[in-house]
C-alpha cells in the first residue's frame, strides 16, 4: 500500500533561518505529491503539489521537487519567518487509477516553530 | 464562496453516546472525504462518498461507524456508542472531482470523556 515519511520533529529554528523537512513516499503507480499547512486550531491548507516527476511545486516563498528515483519530496524554505510555524504535512494522492479513489495519505507532519 | 463548513467545532460526549458530525462541501462539489486525526499523528483516510453512495469505505472501522451524504444536505458521519479511543479529530475535505484540489474543513474536535 501507499505510505508517506516525514522526518521527526519537531523542528526549531531561528526567524531567517533556512528550512527542510524530509519526505519520502512509496506507492504504486504515478502518486501526485503535497504538501500541506495546519495552523493550530484550523483545517488543512494546501501549500504546494507536484503531478510528476521532476516537477517543482512552490508557494510563498516553499519549494517542493518531485524526485521519483529517490522517492522524495522534500520541503525547503530559504527564509522562515515566525508566521510560518505551523504543522506540515507531506502526502499523496494516488487518483490515476485503481481503487485508491484520490484518496490522500498523510505523513505524520513536523511541528515547525520560528523564534525572532 | 464559503468554504467547506464542519459543525461542530467542538463535540463532548460521555462514553456509550452517540456523535454526529456534519460537512458541507464546497459550492459545485460533490465529492467528500473524511478523515480522522488521533492526537500527534497525521490524517487518516475513513470514507468516501458521492452524493447518495459510499464509493470506499476501507478506512471506516467496521463497527459503531457510518457516513451518508444524501442528495440534500450536509454529509453526517456518525459515531455509536463512543469510546475514549474515539476522541480525536474529524476532518472533511471536498473535491469537484477524484483528481482535484481537496478542501479542508476546519475540523470537529470529538473529546469522549
Known amino acids: 500500500g501507499n505510505s508517506v515519511t516525514q522526518m521527526e520533529g519537531p523542528v526549531t529554528l531561528s526567524e531567517e533561518a533556512f528550512l527542510t523537512i524530509n519526505c519520502t513516499y512509496t506507492?504504486?503507480?504515478?502518486?501526485?505529491l503535497f504538501w500541506y499547512v495546519q495552523y493550530p486550531g484550523e483545517g488543512l491548507q494546501l501549500l504546494l503539489k507536484?503531478?510528476?516527476?521532476?516537477d517543482k511545486g512552490s508557494n510563498k516563498g516553499f519549494e517542493a521537487t518531485y524526485r521519483k528515483e529517490t522517492t522524495s519530496f522534500h520541503l525547503e524554505k530559504g527564509s522562515v519567518q515566525v508566521s510560518d510555524s505551523a504543522v506540515y504535512f507531506c502526502?499523496?494522492?494516488?487518483?490515476?487509477?485503481?481503487?485508491?479513489?484520490?484518496?490522500?495519505?498523510f505523513g505524520q507532519g513536523t511541528i515547525l516553530t520560528v523564534h525572532p | 464562496n464559503a468554504g467547506v463548513m464542519q459543525n461542530p467545532r467542538h463535540l463532548v460526549r460521555r462514553r456509550g453516546q452517540e456523535a454526529r458530525l456534519r460537512c458541507s462541501p464546497m459550492?459545485?462539489?460533490?465529492?467528500v472525504y473524511w478523515y480522522r486525526q488521533l492526537p500527534e499523528e497525521g490524517l487518516k483516510f475513513m470514507v468516501y462518498?458521492?452524493?447518495?453512495?459510499?464509493?470506499?469505505e476501507s478506512g471506516m472501522p467496521k463497527e459503531r461507524f457510518s457516513a451518508e451524504f444524501p442528495k440534500e444536505g450536509p454529509s453526517i458521519l456518525r459515531i455509536q456508542q463512543v469510546v475514549r479511543g474515539d476522541s480525536a479529530a474529524y476532518f472533511c475535505?471536498?473535491?469537484?472531482?477524484?483528481?482535484?484540489?481537496?478542501?479542508f474543513g476546519q475540523g470537529t474536535r470529538l473529546t469522549v470523556v
Open positions: 475535505a471536498s473535491q469537484t472531482g477524484r483528481n482535484t484540489e481537496a478542501f
Open positions: 506507492a504504486t503507480g504515478y502518486p501526485s
Open positions: 502526502a499523496l494522492s494516488d487518483a490515476g487509477g485503481g481503487t485508491s479513489y484520490g484518496k490522500l495519505t
Open positions: 462518498l458521492q452524493k447518495e453512495n459510499i464509493i470506499d
Open positions: 459550492k459545485g462539489h460533490s465529492h
Open positions: 507536484a503531478t510528476k516527476a521532476d
